[in-house]
């Protein structure tokens, strides 16, 4: 509102960080918008990076000395709402984009996961998570999605759900060094099945690991790491549950949206991957180093490479042929 900025220039989406939390000694319960970021990872993390603006979620937990167990679930919008089709719609796509508030919401999209964190010897952690990205057009939602302790894939509702497991161990050899490692599978192919020719679904894993510490030197605090990604091109990708995704037909799929206002009045949606920030189809390496006095001064070195493939969060995904 300083000019020369104008009061349309506001950001209207506000509050960013919005929620209610209860909790007892062992237990504790949110409900609302906050940032959630699942991992270790410096350049993101491969199921819930961190790196968007917010999310919107009803999260439970409970905890002990040695263990952790988080349930999640998470809503987005459902693309129907922003220029995808389903199969009940011509392939072209025949839905309009939003059109300020008068445009109805309809569909359920909704991100849930139960995550178990183990602390192994005082050294090590590990996690597992199972997640699924469950998507419904005609605003049906199913409660036994929300069994803490049920293993989605389990389910076979392909044509509602993806689901993905991630793994992740850090280990503290030594006081202030951290090795850890990260990974995820959205599809592969169990003993015995094909992996190549036709029918066969694209195998999608990531990996993300690296080292990092911190060493106290004079007054302040010497740090850095080296951290490396690599991501399958398939990685969060899929069809809508018919094997194979036409040009404007939505997968279900770890890109998800923001709907946000504008101030010429109309809703934009503001799409990115729920996993690693980089997405898909990509190599990336970053090593950092800097020197911290608190409550004077810090200086930091970084270097970042990152290689990407033809794949992004636009391809369409296909069976092999």
Do not use: C
Request: no cysteine; glycine share 12%.
């Amino acid at each position: 509102i300083i000019p020369p900025n104008q009061l349309t220039d506001l950001n209207f989406n506000i509050p960013y960080r919005a929620f209610v939390s209860a909790g007892g000694e062992y237990w504790n319960l949110q409900f609302g918008r906050d940032r959630v970021a699942w991992g270790s990872g410096e350049t993101g993390n491969l199921l819930v990076g961190g790196h968007m603006q917010y999310n919107d979620f009803l999260k439970f937990t409970t905890y002990h000395d040695t263990y952790k167990f988080t349930s999640i679930a998470m809503a987005f919008p459902h693309p129907i709402n922003y220029g995808y089709s389903g199969q009940t719609e011509p392939a072209s796509g025949s839905i309009a984009l939003p059109d300020g508030q008068q445009q109805i919401i309809d569909g359920i999209r909704m991100f849930i996961a139960h995550r178990m964190e183990f602390r192994i010897l005082d050294i090590a952690n590990l996690n597992v998570t199972e997640s699924m990205m469950y998507m419904s057009e005609e605003n049906t939602f199913d409660l036994r999605m929300l069994n803490p302790l049920m293993l989605y894939h389990n389910m076979y509702i392909r044509s509602n759900s993806n689901s993905m497991l991630a793994l992740e161990l850090e280990i503290n050899p030594w006081e202030n060094l951290s090795i850890y490692g990260q990974m995820a599978v959205d599809e592969f192919a169990l003993p015995g099945e094909p992996t190549a020719g036709p029918g066969t679904n694209p195998e999608a894993y990531g990996f993300l690991g690296g080292i990092k510490g911190m060493l106290p030197l004079g007054s302040g605090v010497l740090y850095g790491g080296f951290e490396a990604a690599l991501t399958d091109p398939y990685l969060y990708l899929r069809d809508f549950g018919d094997y194979n995704q036409d040009a404007g037909e939505y997968g279900i799929n770890y890109v998800v949206g923001i709907r946000e206002f504008t101030p010429s009045g109309n809703i934009s949606i503001m799409e990115d991957f729920l996993g690693y920030e980089y997405g898909n189809d990509t190599v990336v390496m970053n090593l950092n180093a800097g020197y911290k006095v608190f409550n004077s001064f810090e200086v930091e070195g970084n270097l970042f490479y990152m290689q990407h493939g033809t794949h992004d969060m636009y391809t369409l995904w296909d069976q092999g042929s």
